[in-house]
């Protein structure tokens, strides 16, 4: 973790360096068969030497400042060490890997206590616990491992006062702003419009009664897990619910609905339904294709066409794929149309095998942001509303805001998507230019 952010002052950029060179076969050294393996282990700890030597060396690895005490840190808990601890004498890491084990020793040498400051787990204190037996340092060594420092959680300035009773610790000229209102919490949402709230609102339509089990990945398409969708049921990594849906296929009587975004189908999707085509899995994989990479900024991805840089490239287009690996039951829907999805949704859990639905529509942020976003508004014609909130419940979009008796639409927040009018029993939602 390094969430701080500082002015970069560049050293000088070397312009000469070639952009292309050659590649020297050597197969004992690139080929790693037994033979050449056993070679390769040898030269792989000669070459660890050498780094370890590096780091000895490297300017990266300082020492600042004098005092009985020794701190240890490296990363952004440096920054905390030198914002509110005085009267010590720093070992700051910049090289951790291999760490500059004989200049740690040497430091640690004649101290009456080391404190290692590292956030998230103790990967630098182990090691220092183990240089100090190895040299014989009868050294306390204070840290995570005897509970000076929390484990869990990034560093702030209240953490530092923890190392109060053994060294000088300042107070925050400003102390962290605590408030006693009792704010409403403000978890991320689907935006007003997203096209995942159109096929999560049809997928649970469609599942009904249906024991499913749904198998999340990692996207916007994960904010599914709120109410009213409740469709993620468990992320593990890039890949995963896909991959675990064929296991919930194999050992449980509930349909595994995988829903995965197209980055990640073209990251990691690809494989587990191969996978669950060998295995004769019977899962529903649903590719929220939105054109995109959207929650990490909408970088582009081997379906959209762009390459980074905005260079036009070919699209990889994944209906084709997926029917090329062979899967049998292969549907491209428009999520904006509620009602269409609910119906290829029910075929697609009802199929014995591996069903891929596509929902393919782009995400509005990333149309707006190219200026491709039409102007359009949706307005609810309150002669013919019944109150029935059916709109609210099934797509919950955060532009629609429930009266007691009625319900109105925000026209700064809606885009005029059409999917409360497509759910709407009365029709009486207009989507307007
Ligand atoms: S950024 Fe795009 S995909 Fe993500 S929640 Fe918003 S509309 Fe949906
Ligand atoms: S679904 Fe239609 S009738 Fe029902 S509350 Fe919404 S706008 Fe009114
Ligand atoms: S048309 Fe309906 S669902 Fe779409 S953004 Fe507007 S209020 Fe939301």
């Not at 935006?191 to 159109?198: D, E, L, S, V």
């Not at 287009?317 to 949704?345: A, H, N």
Request: charged content about 25%; overall charge positive; aromatic content about 6%.
């Amino acid at each position: 973790v390094n969430h701080a952010r500082s002015v970069v002052e560049f050293g000088p950029i070397n312009k000469d360096t070639p952009l292309k060179g050659h590649f020297d076969k050597d197969d004992a050294k690139f080929v790693n068969i037994p033979a050449y393996a056993v070679q390769n282990r040898v030269r792989l700890l000669e070459k660890n030497k050498l780094a370890q030597q590096l780091s000895e060396e490297s300017p990266l690895n300082r020492i600042e400042g004098e005092g009985e005490i020794g701190i240890i840190t490296s990363g952004v808990s440096y920054c905390y060490v030198k914002e509110f601890v005085s009267g010590v004498s720093i070992l700051k890491l910049g090289f951790t890997n291999p760490l500059p084990e004989k200049k740690i020793a040497e430091f640690i040498k004649g101290k009456k206590a080391i404190i290692v400051v590292e956030e998230l787990e103790p990967f630098v204190e182990d090691q220092v616990l183990r240089i100090c037996a190895q040299n014989r340092l009868d050294v306390p060594v204070h840290g995570k491992r005897d509970g000076t420092l929390p484990r869990e959680w990034e560093f702030s300035p209240d953490t530092m006062q923890r190392l109060k009773d053994i060294v000088s610790v300042k107070k925050a000229a400003v102390p962290m702003a605590k408030s006693d209102m009792k704010l409403p919490g403000r978890p991320p949402s689907l935006c007003a419009g997203c096209p995942h709230r159109g096929m999560y609102a049809a997928t649970k339509k469609a599942a009904g009664q249906t024991p499913v089990v749904y198998c999340s990945d990692i996207g916007c398409y994960t904010l599914g897990v709120q109410p009213p969708f409740r469709t993620a049921d468990f992320i593990i990594c890039m890949g995963g619910g896909a991959g675990a849906a064929g296991g919930f296929a194999q050992v449980t009587d509930q349909k595994p609905i995988a829903f995965i975004g197209d980055s990640t189908f073209f990251h990691a999707g690809v494989q587990p339904l191969t996978s669950a085509l060998f295995n004769h899995h019977s899962i529903v994989m649903v590719i929220l294709d939105n054109r995109t990479t959207a929650m990490t900024g909408h970088q582009p991805n081997p379906g959209t066409g762009r390459h980074f840089g905005g260079i036009n490239t070919d699209a990889l287009d994944i209906e084709t794929l997926v029917k090329g690996i062979g899967v049998q039951f292969v549907r491209t829907v428009d999520p904006y149309d509620v009602t269409s999805c609910v119906k290829v949704m029910k075929d697609a859990i009802d199929f014995d095998g591996v069903a891929v639905v596509i929902s393919k529509c782009p995400c509005p942020l990333l149309l707006k942001k190219e200026k491709r976003l039409e102007k359009k508004v949706c307005v609810v014609n309150q002669d013919d509303c019944i109150s029935c909130f059916t709109c609210v419940r099934m797509i919950a979009c955060p532009a629609l805001i429930k009266r007691d008796k009625s319900v109105e639409v925000d026209p700064n927040q809606c885009i005029g998507c059409g999917m409360c009018a497509n759910v709407c029993p009365k029709k009486c939602i207009e989507v307007r230019q």
